[in-house]
Nanobody, 119 residues
Framework: QVQLVESGGAVVQAGGSRRLSCAAS????????MGWFRQAPGRERDCVAA????????RHADSVKGRFTISRDNAKYTVYLQMNSLKPEDTAVYYC????????????WGQGTQVTVSK
């Protein structure tokens, strides 16, 4: 099992920036890919971005392309989500998740961190 702890959530003004961090521990060697998801009130949880620990593959949702960037620091087992040009519709609880080698879905989740973008 991989344990994940997110940090960095805050109240930010529209147009501002914020960086989220996700620290992984436990069986990190079993983790193939890390992802950031978000869930706004009354909505489903959506994938925002994902990255493999090798760095060979990164993905960003169309809604955040050009504004958000996912990155990783293998030495620290930490994944980041740099969010720029934030909009009120980015308001959500942001979750970090890990997908193991051979797994079809993300199976380990953090507790989430709240990002609120004010107008």
């Amino acid at each position: 099992q991989v344990q994940l702890v997110e940090s960095g959530g805050a109240v930010v003004q529209a147009g501002g920036s914020r960086r989220l961090s996700c620290a992984a521990s436990g069986r990190t060697s079993s983790s193939y890919e890390m992802g950031w998801f978000r869930q706004a009130p009354g909505r489903e949880r959506d994938c925002v971005a994902a990255i493999t620990w090798s760095g060979c593959s990164t993905r960003h949702a169309d809604s955040v392309k050009g504004r958000f960037t996912i990155s990783r620091d293998n030495a620290k087992y930490t994944v980041y989500l740099q969010m720029n040009s934030l909009k009120p519709e980015d308001t959500a609880v942001y979750y970090c998740a890990s997908r193991n080698f051979g797994a079809a879905a993300f199976g380990s989740w953090g507790q989430g961190t709240q990002v609120t973008v004010s107008k």
